[in-house]
């Protein structure tokens, strides 16, 4: 790489590349992070809801999952005037930590300023609730969130999927196709899941919870 006085002695192509980001990149105002699993076979699975609440949102604001950092695809523009980065992590949803302490640490942002989207099999398929702090309860992408970057206090929506009630294993259900009729319950729940993202940016935490926690 060049700068406007030739390349900088003594630097390798990956730091070269890494001192190029920092100048262009001073970091969005939050990180909005939608959990799920990479490929095509789990894409419309229950898992994926905060993939596919990420793509929703993205498609709605015209930007696309063109970068990649910290282990994940990345999507960097405005949202209601605010300027937000978008990630997908790529190393499959037990190991969603490592993806979200990399760009906490390259964006130099705090958790505060951090949002988890994700499905919960302990909400009503189709309920969206938002908190600023908690335990990972259940989900092992959360868990792996909690456990890099060791703390609980940061914002998360959660995409209620229920449980099953035909003594179905968990596992199973949360990587299973859910019916047309819960997929319908599912689709109307992103919608809503856009609409908190977009208040999050626009008017903070409180003001979505107060919205959306009804």
Do not use: W
Request: net charge neutral; charged share 25%; hydrophobic share 35%.
């Amino acid at each position: 790489m060049e700068t406007l006085r030739g390349r900088v002695p003594g630097l390798t192509e990956r730091e070269l590349e890494e001192q190029h980001e920092s100048e262009q990149d001073m970091g969005p105002s939050r990180l909005i992070v939608g959990l799920g699993n990479p490929g095509l076979e789990y894409s419309a699975t229950r898992h994926n809801m905060g993939f596919l609440c990420l793509d929703r949102l993205a498609s709605k604001h015209r930007l696309r999952f063109t970068g990649k950092r910290g282990k994940s695809v990345l999507a960097r523009g405005a949202i209601s005037g605010h300027d937000v980065a978008l990630a997908k992590p790529q190393t499959y949803m037990n190991l969603s930590g490592e993806s979200v302490r990399d760009l906490l640490r390259i964006y130099k942002m705090p958790t505060s300023a951090l949002l988890v989207v994700y499905d919960d099999v302990d909400l009503p398929a189709g309920t969206v609730r938002i908190r600023e702090r908690g335990g990972p309860g259940t989900h092992n992408g959360m868990r792996s969130i909690v456990d890099e970057i060791g703390t609980t206090d940061f914002p998360r929506l959660r995409i209620g999927v229920g449980t099953p009630t035909d003594g179905q294993n968990l596992a199973d259900y949360v990587l299973g196709l859910p019916p047309p009729e819960e997929r319908t319950v599912l689709d109307e729940a992103l919608d809503r899941g856009v609409e908190a993202i977009e208040t999050v940016a626009r008017r903070g935490i409180g003001a979505a919870m107060n919205t959306f926690n009804t």
